[in-house]
């Protein structure tokens, strides 16, 4: 099965992309590990989403072939 992922989470890649170029371009290390962080939550959140949409079409599949 080919997986397409959704526009909110490649607007999620692409948020954590941003915020880890702010923390390559951070002089500071505090606000260096600040967009690091951010970086993570934004990764954390495309995953759920994709763990999210998978089980979805798992389920839309078991319903399908129960019918």
Not at 6 to 19: D, H, P, T, V
Request: with cysteine; net charge positive; proline share 1%.
């Amino acid at each position: 099965m080919v997986f397409k992922f959704s526009k909110i989470g490649n607007c999620c890649y692409r948020l954590a992309a941003e915020a880890r170029d702010c923390a390559k371009r951070a002089q500071e290390p505090a606000f260096k590990e600040a967009f690091l962080e951010v970086e993570r939550c934004w990764l954390n959140l495309a995953r759920s989403y994709a763990v999210s949409e998978h089980l979805s079409i798992l389920a839309d599949s078991v319903t399908a072939r129960d019918r």
